[in-house]
């Protein structure tokens, strides 16, 4: 008969997520998650206890989620930036030099994904510690370098943002848009929202689609592949506090001199 997740909780020291617990629960969880991850980091991580964090991680998910309705949820906000903003667009004139808009905010939602991994997803600060606890002692642990695959739908929930998460950015992006659409030009605001909303869902989606299995259809493309093999580099668990936190496009691992050594 099949251990329950209690069971190899109990027997390999986790307990489960410490976020949405209080008091000597929550204490007793963020012991096992401290101790976890310097286990981890110091090359420590057995495959039971992989399977533990796993196995428990997974029997926390509440009955009534859905893998598919989060991913739509997700890639929706985006879209329903995008519409949006391509309706705003149409009445307006946008000039050549609006434009320049883009790429700008591209630079910057590049720094802001490589300074966010480094320091919010890797370290707990409040008020995001829920962001750390999900990430660093919980996904890290489940997926690391040579096992990235997702063994079903339902761990969507482990490597996808909450839909609130992304819908929070999209409105934390809108003030400075109506800034930028008051300063420059109200095209150029409407093209600073619709760019920052879609690098979000571009991020997300890469990232469901790096722990895609190797040889699946969406595993098997080449740039898929190779950007893969980047973000699992990350996820030695040795590394990840140091290296590739770039989850789109390495640029300011290049930049910052944060991309993993090849040896």
Not at 121 to 146: A, C, G, N, S
Not at 243 to 253: A, G, K, Q, R, S
Request: aromatic share 10%; glycine share 6%; charged share 20%.
């Amino acid at each position: 008969m099949a251990a329950l997740p209690t069971e190899n909780a109990e027997k390999h020291g986790y307990q489960g997520p410490s976020f949405g617990t209080s008091g000597p629960t929550r204490d007793a969880r963020r012991a096992d998650e401290k101790a976890l991850v310097k286990e981890a980091g110091s090359g420590g991580l057995t495959e039971a206890r992989r399977d533990a964090v796993r196995a428990q991680s997974i029997a926390e998910i509440p009955w009534w989620y859905s893998a598919w309705g989060h991913l739509a949820a997700t890639t929706g906000i985006g879209l329903a930036v995008l519409a949006v903003s391509t309706y705003q667009l149409s009445k307006l004139s946008t000039r050549a030099t609006d434009w320049i808009v883009v790429p700008l905010v591209l630079l910057l939602s590049n720094f802001y994904e490589w300074r966010v991994h480094k320091h919010v997803l890797h370290r707990r600060r409040w008020p995001f510690e829920v962001i750390y606890d999900k990430h660093t002692p919980m996904h890290h642990m489940i997926y690391v370098e040579d096992d990235m695959a997702l063994r079903s739908t339902k761990e969507f929930r482990l490597v996808l943002i909450p839909a609130a998460g992304v819908l929070g950015i999209v409105l934390a992006a809108a003030p400075v848009a109506f800034g930028v659409g008051r300063l420059w030009s109200a095209s150029a605001g409407w093209l600073f929202l619709v760019t920052a909303s879609l690098y979000m869902v571009t991020y997300e989606v890469l990232h469901l689609c790096y722990h895609a299995p190797k040889d699946s259809l969406i595993g098997r493309q080449r740039f898929i592949a190779v950007m893969r093999a980047h973000h699992a580099k990350h996820h030695d668990p040795r590394l990840m506090q140091k290296w590739n936190f770039n989850v789109t496009i390495p640029l300011f691992d290049w930049i910052m001199g944060t991309i993993a050594p090849k040896k």
